[in-house]
Protein backbone atom coordinates (compact mmCIF):
# COMPACT_ATOMS: atom_id res chain seq x y z
CA UNK A 1 0.00 0.00 0.00
CA UNK A 2 1.34 3.22 -0.85
CA UNK A 3 -0.20 6.64 0.98
CA UNK A 4 -0.11 9.77 -0.82
CA UNK A 5 2.54 12.68 0.22
CA UNK A 6 -0.23 15.05 0.44
CA UNK A 7 -1.96 12.63 2.78
CA UNK A 8 0.81 12.20 5.19
CA UNK A 9 1.51 15.95 5.39
CA UNK A 10 -1.84 16.52 6.34
CA UNK A 11 -1.94 14.08 9.11
CA UNK A 12 1.78 15.51 10.02
CA UNK A 13 0.79 19.18 9.90
CA UNK A 14 1.44 19.51 14.16
CA UNK A 15 4.82 17.57 13.66
CA UNK A 16 8.26 20.12 13.51
CA UNK A 17 11.36 18.14 12.67
CA UNK A 18 14.84 18.35 13.44
CA UNK A 19 18.07 16.94 11.57
CA UNK A 20 21.73 17.06 11.00
CA UNK A 21 24.93 16.51 12.01
CA UNK A 22 25.96 14.22 14.86
CA UNK A 23 27.23 17.00 17.69
CA UNK A 24 24.82 19.85 16.28
CA UNK A 25 22.66 19.99 19.10
CA UNK A 26 19.48 18.02 17.79
CA UNK A 27 19.04 16.01 20.98
CA UNK A 28 19.03 19.44 23.36
CA UNK A 29 17.03 22.08 21.05
CA UNK A 30 14.22 19.11 21.20
CA UNK A 31 14.22 18.85 24.58
CA UNK A 32 14.13 22.75 25.45
CA UNK A 33 11.77 23.61 22.20
CA UNK A 34 9.53 20.84 24.39
CA UNK A 35 9.91 22.00 27.21
CA UNK A 36 9.30 25.74 26.45
CA UNK A 37 5.93 25.14 24.51
CA UNK A 38 4.80 22.22 26.06
CA UNK A 39 5.41 20.02 22.88
CA UNK A 40 5.31 16.58 22.83
CA UNK A 41 9.16 15.31 22.94
CA UNK A 42 10.27 12.70 20.47
CA UNK A 43 13.88 12.56 21.15
CA UNK A 44 16.95 10.29 19.19
CA UNK A 45 15.24 6.89 18.28
CA UNK A 46 12.23 7.39 19.92
CA UNK A 47 10.36 4.88 17.02
CA UNK A 48 12.79 2.04 18.20
CA UNK A 49 10.01 0.66 21.35
CA UNK A 50 7.91 -0.16 18.43
CA UNK A 51 10.56 -1.13 15.24
CA UNK A 52 12.50 -3.41 17.63
CA UNK A 53 9.46 -5.52 17.99
CA UNK A 54 7.86 -5.03 15.01
CA UNK A 55 10.65 -4.80 12.39
CA UNK A 56 11.68 -8.61 10.67
CA UNK A 57 14.60 -9.53 8.71
CA UNK A 58 13.11 -9.61 5.35
CA UNK A 59 11.28 -6.18 5.39
CA UNK A 60 13.52 -4.26 7.56
CA UNK A 61 17.12 -5.98 7.71
CA UNK A 62 19.34 -2.88 8.45
CA UNK A 63 17.11 -2.49 11.62
CA UNK A 64 17.42 -5.86 12.86
CA UNK A 65 21.32 -6.18 12.12
CA UNK A 66 21.85 -5.75 15.95
CA UNK A 67 19.29 -8.47 17.01
CA UNK A 68 21.64 -11.14 15.32
CA UNK A 69 25.19 -10.09 17.04
CA UNK A 70 26.84 -12.86 18.89
CA UNK A 71 29.36 -10.06 20.44
CA UNK A 72 28.95 -5.68 19.87
CA UNK A 73 32.44 -5.96 18.79
CA UNK A 74 31.44 -7.18 15.54
CA UNK A 75 29.56 -4.00 15.44
CA UNK A 76 32.47 -1.86 16.22
CA UNK A 77 34.39 -3.62 13.74
CA UNK A 78 33.04 -3.81 10.16
CA UNK A 79 34.50 -1.44 7.94
CA UNK A 80 33.97 2.43 7.56
CA UNK A 81 31.88 2.15 4.00
CA UNK A 82 29.18 -0.56 5.74
CA UNK A 83 29.10 1.58 8.70
CA UNK A 84 28.66 4.37 6.61
CA UNK A 85 25.80 2.71 4.74
CA UNK A 86 24.29 0.88 7.58
CA UNK A 87 23.44 4.05 9.12
CA UNK A 88 21.96 5.24 6.49
CA UNK A 89 20.01 2.04 5.52
CA UNK A 90 18.53 2.16 9.17
CA UNK A 91 17.46 5.80 8.49
CA UNK A 92 15.42 4.78 5.15
CA UNK A 93 13.73 1.46 7.34
CA UNK A 94 12.92 3.62 10.33
CA UNK A 95 11.38 6.33 8.36
CA UNK A 96 8.21 4.52 7.94
CA UNK A 97 7.89 3.52 11.64
CA UNK A 98 8.62 7.37 12.63
CA UNK A 99 6.14 8.44 9.90
CA UNK A 100 3.34 5.88 11.70
CA UNK A 101 4.59 6.96 15.34
CA UNK A 102 3.99 10.36 14.51
CA UNK A 103 1.08 10.77 13.09
CA UNK A 104 -0.65 8.76 16.23
CA UNK A 105 0.66 11.10 18.74
CA UNK A 106 0.12 14.39 16.60
CA UNK A 107 -4.00 14.89 16.71
CA UNK A 108 -4.26 17.97 18.56
CA UNK A 109 -1.05 19.05 19.85
CA UNK A 110 2.54 19.90 18.37
CA UNK A 111 5.15 17.35 18.65
CA UNK A 112 8.82 18.14 18.08
CA UNK A 113 11.48 15.29 16.40
CA UNK A 114 14.98 14.45 16.44
CA UNK A 115 14.75 12.63 13.14
CA UNK A 116 16.89 10.82 11.11
CA UNK A 117 13.93 10.76 8.07
CA UNK A 118 16.01 11.40 4.80
CA UNK A 119 15.98 14.85 3.73
CA UNK A 120 14.54 13.93 0.24
CA UNK A 121 11.15 12.18 2.75
CA UNK A 122 11.05 14.75 4.57
CA UNK A 123 10.72 17.27 1.79
CA UNK A 124 7.65 15.26 0.52
CA UNK A 125 5.71 14.94 3.76
CA UNK A 126 6.44 18.40 5.44
CA UNK A 127 7.11 22.15 4.44
CA UNK A 128 9.96 24.69 4.95
CA UNK A 129 8.34 26.07 8.01
CA UNK A 130 8.38 22.99 9.81
CA UNK A 131 12.10 21.29 9.20
CA UNK A 132 15.18 22.54 11.21
CA UNK A 133 18.37 21.30 9.78
CA UNK A 134 21.52 21.80 12.34
CA UNK A 135 24.84 21.62 11.51
CA UNK A 136 27.94 21.22 13.02
CA UNK A 137 31.97 20.90 11.36
CA UNK A 138 32.98 17.22 10.81
CA UNK A 139 36.01 17.52 13.84
CA UNK A 140 32.87 18.26 16.16
CA UNK A 141 30.67 15.14 14.96
CA UNK A 142 33.69 13.04 14.54
CA UNK A 143 36.27 13.71 17.38
CA UNK A 144 33.46 14.89 19.98
CA UNK A 145 30.93 11.73 18.97
CA UNK A 146 31.83 10.23 22.21
CA UNK A 147 32.00 13.30 24.24
CA UNK A 148 28.80 12.83 25.90
CA UNK A 149 26.97 11.37 28.69
CA UNK A 150 24.60 9.65 26.29
CA UNK A 151 24.07 5.77 27.56
CA UNK A 152 24.14 3.97 23.90
CA UNK A 153 27.58 6.34 22.97
CA UNK A 154 29.46 5.55 25.96
CA UNK A 155 28.11 1.91 26.12
CA UNK A 156 29.74 1.90 22.57
CA UNK A 157 32.54 3.13 23.69
CA UNK A 158 33.11 0.75 26.18
CA UNK A 159 32.75 -1.99 24.14
CA UNK A 160 35.34 -0.27 21.92
CA UNK A 161 38.12 -0.20 24.72
CA UNK A 162 37.07 -3.89 25.73
CA UNK A 163 38.70 -4.72 22.02
CA UNK A 164 42.41 -6.29 22.28
CA UNK A 165 43.56 -3.55 19.89
CA UNK A 166 40.95 -0.84 20.64
CA UNK A 167 43.10 2.12 19.67
CA UNK A 168 42.68 0.53 16.40
CA UNK A 169 39.29 0.00 16.71
CA UNK A 170 38.77 3.18 17.07
CA UNK A 171 40.74 4.54 14.82
CA UNK A 172 38.45 2.47 12.16
CA UNK A 173 35.39 3.59 14.01
CA UNK A 174 36.12 7.18 13.95
CA UNK A 175 37.06 6.51 9.79
CA UNK A 176 33.01 5.66 9.94
CA UNK A 177 31.97 8.37 11.86
CA UNK A 178 34.21 10.45 9.21
CA UNK A 179 31.90 9.11 6.06
CA UNK A 180 28.51 9.40 7.58
CA UNK A 181 29.85 13.20 8.34
CA UNK A 182 31.60 13.78 4.84
CA UNK A 183 31.33 16.35 3.00
CA UNK A 184 29.17 14.97 0.10
CA UNK A 185 26.45 14.09 3.44
CA UNK A 186 27.23 17.74 4.65
CA UNK A 187 25.89 19.40 1.17
CA UNK A 188 23.13 17.06 1.01
CA UNK A 189 21.60 19.00 4.25
CA UNK A 190 23.34 21.99 4.22
CA UNK A 191 22.40 22.66 0.54
CA UNK A 192 18.56 20.91 1.25
CA UNK A 193 16.79 24.23 0.49
CA UNK A 194 15.78 24.15 4.42
CA UNK A 195 16.37 26.40 7.33
CA UNK A 196 19.87 25.28 8.58
CA UNK A 197 21.81 26.70 11.77
CA UNK A 198 25.39 26.16 12.29
CA UNK A 199 26.88 25.36 15.17
CA UNK A 200 30.85 26.93 15.60
CA UNK A 201 33.60 25.49 17.63
CA UNK A 202 33.89 28.71 19.70
CA UNK A 203 33.20 27.22 23.20
CA UNK A 204 29.98 29.12 24.15
CA UNK A 205 26.86 28.27 25.34
CA UNK A 206 24.36 29.20 22.64
CA UNK A 207 22.08 26.77 23.21
CA UNK A 208 19.23 29.79 24.50
CA UNK A 209 20.05 31.53 20.89
CA UNK A 210 20.17 28.44 19.30
CA UNK A 211 16.29 27.72 20.68
CA UNK A 212 15.12 31.49 19.85
CA UNK A 213 15.76 30.93 16.51
CA UNK A 214 14.54 27.90 15.51
CA UNK A 215 11.32 29.06 17.70
CA UNK A 216 10.95 32.03 15.05
CA UNK A 217 11.17 30.04 12.48
CA UNK A 218 9.06 27.22 13.48
CA UNK A 219 6.29 30.38 14.26
CA UNK A 220 5.96 29.01 17.70
CA UNK A 221 6.26 32.69 19.03
Known amino acids: MKIENNILKHYLKNVYFITGTAYAGKSTTVK ?11 GENY ?37 ERWIFGVGKEAAEFEIAELISLS ?8 T ?28 RFFDRDDPEKQFLLSVIDSCENSAEVMENY ?16 AQSGFFTVMRED ?20
Open 202 to 221: NGKDTREEVCDIIARHFGLV
Open 32 to 42: MLSERYDMIFC
Open 107 to 114: GDRKVIVD
Open 174 to 189: RKGLALINSKEHYDEL
Open 116 to 143: NIPIDVLKEISDYNHVAVMLSPQSMSVE
Open 47 to 83: HSAVSDIVATQDAQPDICYVNNLTDWREFVTRSPEEY
